[in-house]
C-alpha cells in the first residue's frame, strides 16, 4: 500500500455565517461548526484512503473567539498521522471579516475517522508522509493524543500509554 503525503489530503471549506446558524447572541452556533468540520474532515480522511470513511471521535474542539454572523467560515483540514485504520484530522478554522476582509485563526479542531469496507468493518490505510515541521509536529502529537483518546474511552489501560509515560517523564527531569 502506498503511502500518502499530508498535503494531498489538504482540504479546505468556506462558509458564510447566516442568520439561521447563530444563537440569541449572533455568534456561530457550536454545533453548526461541528458540521461543518465533520464533513472537512471526512474529506480529507477519504483523500488519504479513498475508501468510506466513519467519524470516530471528536478528539478536540476549542472555541476561542466567537464567529459573528455575516463573517466567512475558512476550515483548513489535513490527516495528521494514520494508523491501522483509523486517521486523526487536525484542523485550523479561520474567520474572514465580511467587510474588511482580515482573516485570523479563531478554532482548532482534531477529528479521528475510521475506514470501512462495504460491510462497516475497518479496514487498512495507508501511511501517512508529513513534510513540513508543522506536519512532523502534529504527525508526533498525533500517538499521544491517540493514547489519551483510547485510554478516555476505556479502551486501553493507561500503563501501556508508552508515549504518554515517556512525555511526563522527561517533563519531571
Not at 475506514?115 to 498525533?142: C, M, S, W, Y
Amino acid at each position: 500500500m502506498k503511502s500518502i503525503l499530508a498535503k494531498d489530503t489538504y482540504t479546505v471549506t468556506t462558509h458564510l455565517v447566516l442568520p439561521e446558524n447563530t444563537n440569541t447572541l449572533g455568534n456561530l452556533m457550536g454545533g453548526q461548526l461541528l458540521n461543518w468540520l465533520d464533513i472537512a474532515s471526512a474529506i480529507a480522511a477519504h483523500r488519504h484512503c479513498r475508501r468510506v470513511v466513519v467519524t470516530a471521535a471528536v478528539n478536540n474542539v476549542s472555541f476561542q473567539h466567537p464567529i459573528k454572523l455575516g463573517d466567512l467560515v475558512i476550515i483548513e483540514a489535513k490527516v495528521s498521522r494514520a494508523f491501522s485504520s483509523s486517521m486523526e484530522v487536525f484542523m485550523d478554522i479561520f474567520v474572514e471579516h465580511s467587510s474588511t476582509g482580515a482573516k485570523i485563526k479563531c478554532n482548532e479542531a482534531i477529528y479521528t475517522f475510521v475506514a470501512v469496507d462495504q460491510l462497516g468493518n475497518p479496514i487498512q490505510v495507508p501511511d501517512l508522509i508529513p513534510e513540513t515541521e508543522e506536519e512532523k509536529k502534529r504527525f508526533e502529537g498525533a500517538l499521544r493524543r491517540r493514547q489519551l483518546r483510547l485510554i478516555l474511552a476505556g479502551k486501553m489501560k493507561p500503563e501501556e500509554a508508552t508515549e504518554l509515560k515517556a512525555l511526563f517523564a522527561a517533563q519531571n527531569q
